[in-house]
Nanobody
Framework: QAQLVESGGGLVQPGGSLRLSCVVS????????IGWFRQAPGKEREGVAC????????WYTDSVKGRFTISRDNGQNTVYLEMTSLKPEDTAVYYC?????????????????????WGQGTQVTVSS
């Protein structure tokens, strides 16, 4: 059974930066796609970014392209989300999610329904 633990959230002013981390245990991160999702109050959970396990490809939702960067350190079983030029509309609880077995090849899935294992979330608040 996988466990995912996020950290790095907090309060930041508009234009600021944060780096979220997600440590995975129970599975070898190198074998599976992993993604970041977020949910703002009163809104549905949305995909932010994901990274494939096999071809190194990544995906970003349009609203964060050029500002956010997803990366993985397979040796540390950790995935990161580097967030820059933060905006108030980025305020949300951010979750990391692991697709899990079986091992798949190709691009990472963008839909939350494809991910079986989730962290507890970390709050990101962008406000002056």
């Amino acid at each position: 059974q996988a466990q995912l633990v996020e950290s790095g959230g907090g309060l930041v002013q508009p234009g600021g930066s944060l780096r979220l981390s997600c440590v995975v245990s129970g599975f070898t991160l190198a074998n599976y796609p992993i993604g970041w999702f977020r949910q703002a109050p009163g809104k549905e959970r949305e995909g932010v970014a994901c990274t494939s396990s096999t071809d190194g490809s990544t995906w970003y939702t349009d609203s964060v392209k050029g500002r956010f960067t997803i990366s993985r350190d397979n040796g540390q079983n950790t995935v990161y989300l580097e967030m820059t030029s933060l905006k108030p509309e980025d305020t949300a609880v951010y979750y990391c999610a692991l697709q899990g077995p079986p091992i798949r090849i190709g691009a990472c899935p963008q839909s939350a329904y494809a991910y079986a294992y989730w962290g507890q979330g970390t709050q990101v608040t962008v406000s002056s």
